[in-house]
């Protein structure tokens, strides 16, 4: 599952007109370079959440094909869900096996293939904390089970979750964060960390500097 229901709007007039997602680093958007990822990766399905200005990304995306998977789109109202409750609207297309879930705005070179399915668990992959977010958001204790204590890492926006870690919730506006502190009370998060290329295209600025890495090498 890909996560581009958000607005953007710490993107200022480069999502006026447009959503997230279509933003673009060297004629590419951010969406078609992830997609291409994870057709490289081996994923042939995937589902892409949408709120706004989501009719661009099914114009400009399609049935998925010309980046190599299959496309299908979980509408939702404007203002979205949020990253748990778009999970929880999109159910019923992931099915009832482990998924991966991937931010749109993530320029990242950690390979997805390497990720192993836990039954009923999730796995976060974890990165260190960039200037932007200098506290980090989980511990990890010396099994690799996620904790809330220090020293803390940043999540990525990758993981790896099982749907039984939403059983129960209900449908609607919810955020990601709760759903992993309970995991974490029943032990149910693993931890991995990766130190090669990961970006968070959250603002302009920070579109700049991936757009000057990947040209980089």
């Not at 979205?80 to 705005?105: H, K």
């Not at 870690?165 to 919810?174: A, E, I, K």
């Amino acid at each position: 599952m890909i996560l581009a229901a958000g607005r953007g709007e710490r993107m200022g007039a480069l999502t006026a007109t447009r959503p997230k997602p279509l933003v673009e680093i060297d004629g590419e958007s951010l969406l078609a370079r992830l997609l291409r990822r994870l057709a490289a990766a081996g994923i042939r399905e995937a589902v892409v959440n949408l709120s706004y200005r989501g009719d661009q990304i099914r114009a400009a995306m399609g049935d998925g094909s010309r980046h190599g998977l299959r496309l299908s789109y979980s509408q939702e109202p404007e203002p979205p869900l949020g990253t748990a409750g778009g999970i929880i609207e999109a159910l019923p297309a992931l099915g009832r096996t482990p998924f991966l879930l991937v931010n749109s705005d993530v320029v990242c070179d950690f390979d997805l293939a390497t990720l192993e399915p836990r039954p009923g668990q999730g796995v976060l992959v974890l990165v260190p904390n960039p200037a932007h977010h200098p506290r980090g958001d989980f511990g990890l204790d010396r099994e690799g089970w996620l904790v809330d204590a220090e020293p803390r890492l940043t999540y990525s926006g990758i993981s790896l979750l099982d749907p039984a870690l939403f059983d129960g919730l209900p449908p609607g506006r919810r955020a990601l964060g709760g759903v992993f502190q309970d995991a974490i009370g029943r032990r149910a998060l693993t931890g991995v960390v990766h130190r090669g290329l990961w970006l968070d295209v959250g603002t302009p600025e920070r579109l700049e500097i991936a757009t000057a890495a990947l040209r980089a090498g």
